[in-house]
T-cell receptor, first 115, second 114 residues
Framework: AQKITQTQPGMFVQEKEAVTLDCTYD???????LFWYKQPSSGEMIFLIY??????QNATEGRYSLNFQKARKSANLVISASQLGDSAMYFC????????????FGAGTRLTVKP | NAGVTQTPKFQVLKTGQSMTLQCAQD?????MYWYRQDPGMGLRLIYY???????DKGEVPNGYNVSRLNKREFSLRLESAAPSQTSVYFC?????????????FGSGTRLTVV
C-alpha cells in the first residue's frame, strides 16, 4: 500500500515567491520520522529537512520549513523566497520506527522556478 | 570529502548478463542501502545492511543479491539482468537505521538492460 502520497506531479512558482509542496502519509505507528529530499537535474539526492513525530515545533532549515499537521497526517514542505536553483524534483519520505526502519519515498513533485 | 561513491555511473547490459554495482562510503556509517528509482515511483528499497555482517531484503529484492564486504563497502549484484531492471540505482548510507539526519546518497548508476 502506498504510504507516502505527493499529489502534485509538477509545480510552478515565480522567483522570490514562496511555494508549498504537499505530502500526506499513512501509518499506524506512533513513532516515525518524515524527510524531504531534493533531486536536481544532475541526479544526486540531497537531504533537506527532518521532522520527528513527537516534535511539537515545525522543523526549519534556512529557507525550508516543514508544515507538520499530525492529525491530518500531512508534512508539507514550504520553500520561502524561491530561487532559480530550487528547480528540481522533491521527494517526501517516511521512516516508521517499528517497521524495520525502512525509509519509503513518495513519487515526487517537480518544481520549476520561473524568472 | 567523498561521502558515498558509486561505480559505474552508466552501464548498458544485454539481457542475461551479470554485473556488480559497487558502493563505498567514508563517513564511518553503520547502515547502507540500495534503492532503485523508476519514473513516477520514487525510490524503492532493494536491500539494506543495518551493520557490518548483516543484510536484509527491502521492498523489491527479486533478481538482486548484495554483499556487505566490510563497513565501508556494499555491493549490489544482478546475476541475470532483465529489461525490467532498467533503472537508476542509488546507494545510500546513514549512521544507523534510526538516524534523524537522513541518508547520504551516492550520485547514482544509470543502468539500461536491452
Amino acid at each position: 500500500a502506498q504510504k507516502i502520497t505527493q499529489t502534485q506531479p509538477g509545480m510552478f512558482v515565480q522567483e522570490k515567491e514562496a511555494v508549498t509542496l504537499d505530502c500526506t502519509y499513512d501509518t499506524s505507528d506512533q513513532s516515525y520520522g518524515l524527510f524531504w529530499y531534493k533531486q536536481p537535474s544532475s541526479g544526486e539526492m540531497i537531504f533537506l529537512i527532518y521532522q520527528g513525530s513527537y516534535d511539537e515545533q515545525n522543523a526549519t532549515e534556512g529557507r525550508y520549513s516543514l508544515n507538520f499537521q499530525k492529525a491530518r497526517k500531512s508534512a508539507n514542505l514550504v520553500i520561502s523566497a524561491s530561487q532559480l536553483g530550487d528547480s528540481a524534483m522533491y521527494f517526501c519520505a517516511m521512516r516508521e520506527a517499528y517497521n524495520n526502519n525502512d525509509m519509503r519515498f513518495g513519487a515526487g513533485t517537480r518544481l520549476t522556478v520561473k524568472p | 570529502n567523498a561521502g558515498v561513491t558509486q561505480t559505474p555511473k552508466f552501464q548498458v547490459l544485454k539481457t542475461g548478463q551479470s554485473m556488480t554495482l559497487q558502493c563505498a562510503q567514508d563517513m564511518n556509517h553503520n547502515s547502507m542501502y540500495w534503492y532503485r528509482q523508476d519514473p513516477g515511483m520514487g525510490l524503492r528499497l532493494i536491500y539494506y545492511s543495518a551493520s557490518e555482517g548483516t543484510t536484509d531484503k527491502g521492498e523489491v529484492p527479486n533478481g538482486y543479491n548484495v554483499s556487505r564486504l566490510n563497513k565501508r563497502e556494499f555491493s549490489l549484484r544482478l546475476e541475470s539482468a532483465a529489461p525490467s531492471q532498467t533503472s537508476v540505482y542509488f546507494c545510500a548510507s546513514s549512521f544507523d537505521r534510526a538516524s534523524n539526519y537522513g541518508y547520504t546518497f551516492g550520485s547514482g548508476t544509470r543502468l539500461t538492460v536491452v
